[in-house]
Each structure stands twice: as structure tokens, then as C-alpha cells.
């Protein structure tokens, strides 16, 4: 099993900049993409990046495309981190935001295809 826990998402003034974490433990050998999503109340999980952890290829949705990187780092052998760097935020970038991973090289947007959730980190962004 791997266990995914996210921090750093805060209350920010629109324009700020904010940097998020996952980290995964337990069997991460085997992990082979690693993403982020965010949900709104009442809406649906909607996909930000994801990244290839082998090879580090990356994917970005349209709404973090210019404003938002994803990175990673080995920690050891049982654990793996990966981050969100989110500049010039937007009110409309309020969100829970969710850390996903999976064993499988799908490089997909789509929730559906990831095994292992995190909790969420909750970012708010007053305007």
C-alpha cells in the first residue's frame, strides 16, 4: 500500500504564490506517475499536473499551464515527495487540492486512473 499526505495550502491574497507537498510512503518503489487535483464544493475533481516519476515527464491542464510547476524528489527508498509551485494565484484557484498516485504508466488526467489519494490540503485565495 502506498499513503499519500499533503501540506503547505494556506489562506493568500490573489497574486500570491504558494508551494505545495506530497509525500508518499509505504511501497513506492512501484509508483510509477504521480499527480495533483483539486476539488470545489459541489463540483467535480478536476485534474492540475501530473508527473512521469522515471522519467519526469510532465502534463499540465490549461488552468495551471504558465502559472504552476510540478517537481519531485527521492527521498529514500520508501518515500518519494512531490510539489506543487503555484504563482500568480486567482481567487477561482480556491480549492481542495488532492496528491494521486499510481503503479501503472498511464500519464492520464483522469482521476479514475489513480489508485492512491491523499486526504486533500485546502488552498484559499482571497481577492
Known amino acids: 500500500q502506498v499513503q499519500l499526505a499533503e501540506s503547505g495550502g494556506q489562506l493568500v491574497q490573489a497574486g500570491s504564490s504558494l508551494m505545495l507537498s506530497c509525500t508518499a510512503s509505504g511501497r513506492t518503489w512501484e509508483i510509477h506517475d504521480m499527480a495533483w487535483f483539486r476539488q470545489c464544493p459541489g463540483k467535480e475533481r478536476e485534474f492540475v499536473s501530473l508527473?512521469?516519476?522515471?522519467?519526469?515527464?510532465?502534463?499540465?491542464?490549461n488552468l495551471a499551464r504558465g502559472r504552476f510547476s510540478i517537481t519531485r524528489v527521492n527521498r529514500d527508498n520508501t518515500k518519494k515527495s512531490v510539489y506543487l509551485h503555484m504563482d500568480s494565484l486567482e481567487p477561482e484557484d480556491t480549492a481542495r487540492y488532492y496528491c494521486a498516485a499510481t503503479d501503472y504508466d498511464r500519464l492520464s488526467s483522469q482521476a479514475l486512473a489513480y489508485e492512491f489519494w491523499g486526504q486533500g490540503t485546502q488552498v484559499t485565495v482571497s481577492s
Open positions: 508527473i512521469q516519476w522515471s522519467g519526469g515527464a510532465t502534463v499540465y491542464a
